[in-house]
């Protein structure tokens, strides 16, 4: 077997079982599972236990931008 | 064991009906959390066609669009810092399963492609919040900050069509709250509780609600140097306008939304606020207006229309529509909210391809139809996929919805003053205006479509905070005695799926369908199931 036609076969084997690995993830919902289980919660708790601002405290500064009175 | 129906079932996937077998497809649902023991098995070909042509089709495009649109480093940066894309975005293929659920054939394939629209969109927007965003890049105001537009997203994407070519406009809650309540229903609860902990009160429309409570949690992007706002369908929405107006502060141009927009004189008065919000814009960005950009996003947008229309006469006059109640709802008011953009065009091409082929071959797309549902009024955000189930449970087929006829119109492009006569219309047109709180002759348009689409029922949505719709449900329980019409209603709180939970909506439709219509389910292990931990 020449070398391109063994690399050829590899490449199809290697194709092969790609597709049939995303193919579990799909029809197992194994990224739905991931995401709902793993993923959000370690977000979730993420940005529960992020600092923010408090926008209570920004001034309302009501002159501080002109009218834009147009007369068109 | 019957190897011949064995095969078949495998091949073409098991028959719809419980009569004839039955898919049951409450049986491959986790309990609560709505996950899949495993997806659909829908015969060969159409399970290959979902996990090629639209599960990794859709993986493979969102990760391009992210990487053409911003960049994988602005992404990152924006899901570690907005819960609404972290929480919410990364499991956007349930959306897609969630939707398309049950459906085959040319059904799946043309209600996924509107699916595909409106999640490049989504990503097109939030990154381009995320380049422009000063938080994420330590405060500086960079080019891509200085060339966006902010606005509210009822505000008409039209609007800044003039600046187009040099200017990206994006809204500033369709993505941090509208589309989120459809893909994840809890992200907006956090946007609803926040605003009532500084003491607003909880009956107001949730929607409102929701859209300051982004702000009230800092988890909006700085990403625009102005904002263009208005007051939305409701006075409701002015008080959000007022928060954001703090919490934002930013040069703000507040673009009137009229009520009475019957009135030639009203419209007039729209006509001349627009042109003012066209010289805010101006001053602001110091480019001045350009009428041929104007005139060419106007022309691309009619395209978009004249093929709905066309849609819109398969989906009255025959039963070859390849699209579902809910991908025809969804992809309809956000492409007609947002306006003008590339992929609604490449969308559109595979869907007329889609449906031509169904017309010419007078392919039956939804053979288990029993009853064709026009949905009218406000739609439930967390529950939009309610018409997947309601027809694979009882062959309830939502051939339209209000939300699609909103806009129904093109634009003139032959001189200004047509153009911008037309712009007016179309903005006091808004979302839930015309039809929902547009007065009394506007939401009884409900009857010409129903007649023009051929339904024989109606869904009625009942949003239970909304004032507007509220005072109108009494009339319209006359209405559909004397007209002697089938109509169930669906009562919700629009993002807020704790005051009617989906399970709630199911129920009300069964006991319809069960002692009024007197119908047995086509699939009974759809009737009752808990998901109430579900995006």
């Known amino acids: 077997m020449s070398k391109f036609a063994k690399f050829l076969f590899k490449l199809c084997g290697i194709v092969l079982v790609l597709n049939v690995a995303l193919f579990a993830v799909f029809f197992f919902d194994l990224d739905g599972k991931l995401l709902f289980n793993v993923v959000e919660p370690f977000l979730k708790n993420h940005y529960d236990n992020m600092e923010r601002r408090d926008t209570l405290q920004t001034p309302y500064d009501m002159d501080k931008f002109p009218k834009y009175d147009y007369n068109t | ?535």
């Open chain 2, 1 to 535: 064991m019957n190897i011949k129906k064995t095969l078949k079932d495998f091949w073409y996937g098991k028959p719809h009906s419980a009569e004839e077998g039955g898919r049951r497809l409450g049986d491959i649902m986790e309990d609560k959390t709505g996950l899949y023991k495993h997806r659909e098995w829908r015969g060969v070909p159409d399970t290959m066609y979902y996990f090629y042509n639209i599960w990794l089709y859709n993986y493979i495009h969102m990760v391009m669009d992210i990487m053409q649109m911003g960049g994988l480093v602005n992404f990152v940066k924006g899901v570690l810092r907005y819960r609404w894309v972290g929480q919410t975005y990364l499991p956007v293929m349930h959306w897609f399963d969630r939707g398309l659920q049950g459906m085959r054939g040319a059904a799946l394939r043309g209600s996924a492609w509107h699916y595909r629209g409106m999640v490049s969109t989504t990503i097109r927007q939030f990154q381009r919040m995320f380049a422009a965003d000063t938080r994420l890049h330590g405060g500086v105001q960079n080019d891509v900050y200085k060339h966006t537009i902010a606005s509210n997203e009822t505000v008409w994407g039209g609007m800044f069509y003039p600046w187009s070519d040099k200017f990206m406009y994006v809204p500033m809650e369709m993505i941090p709250y509208f589309v989120t309540c459809h893909v994840n229903s809890h992200t907006v609860l956090n946007y609803i509780d926040a605003v009532q902990s500084i003491g607003l009160p909880g009956d107001p429309c949730p929607m409102c609600q929701a859209e300051a409570g982004i702000f009230v949690l800092d988890d909006v992007p700085d990403y625009a140097p102005m904002v263009v706002t208005c007051n939305e369908a409701c006075d409701a929405s002015v008080s959000t306008s007022t928060l954001q107006d703090w919490f934002f502060d930013k040069p703000l141009y507040s673009l009137p939304m009229p009520m009475q927009f019957d009135d030639p004189l009203v419209k007039k008065y729209c006509m001349r606020e627009i042109e003012n919000c066209w010289k805010f814009i101006e001053d602001q960005t110091g480019v001045p207006f350009n009428w041929d950009q104007m005139v060419k996003k106007l022309e691309a947008q009619n395209e978009l229309q004249r093929f709905e229309w066309e849609k819109w006469e398969v989906a009255a006059n025959t039963n070859s529509y390849p699209i579902n109640g809910v991908a025809q709802a969804l992809y309809r008011i956000y492409q007609t909210q947002y306006g003008d953009w590339e992929i609604w065009h490449f969308c559109d091409k595979k869907v007329r391809k889609i449906m031509e082929k169904c017309v010419a071959k007078k392919i039956n797309t939804f053979p288990q139809t029993r009853h064709r549902v026009i949905a009218w009024s406000c739609a439930p955000l967390y529950y939009s996929n309610w018409c997947t189930w309601a027809y694979n449970c009882w062959g309830l087929n939502v051939i339209i919805n209000m939300d699609s006829l909103m806009f129904n119109m093109t634009m003139r492009t032959d001189t200004y003053e047509h153009a911008l006569e037309d712009c007016a219309q179309y903005h006091m047109w808004a979302p839930m205006r015309r039809m929902a709180v547009g007065g009394m002759k506007h939401m009884f348009e409900l009857w010409e479509y129903m007649e023009k689409f051929n339904c024989d029922m109606v869904a009625m949505y009942d949003q239970l905070q909304c004032k507007g719709v509220q005072g109108l449900h009494g009339l319209f329980e006359d209405e559909f005695r004397d007209r002697n019409v089938h109509a169930f209603w669906i009562p919700h709180a629009l993002p807020d799926s704790r005051t009617v939970s989906r399970a709630e909506i199911r129920r009300l439709i069964n006991d319809y369908m069960s002692t009024v219509m007197h119908e047995e389910p086509l699939d009974p292990s759809l009737l009752d199931f808990d998901d109430s931990m579900t995006w």
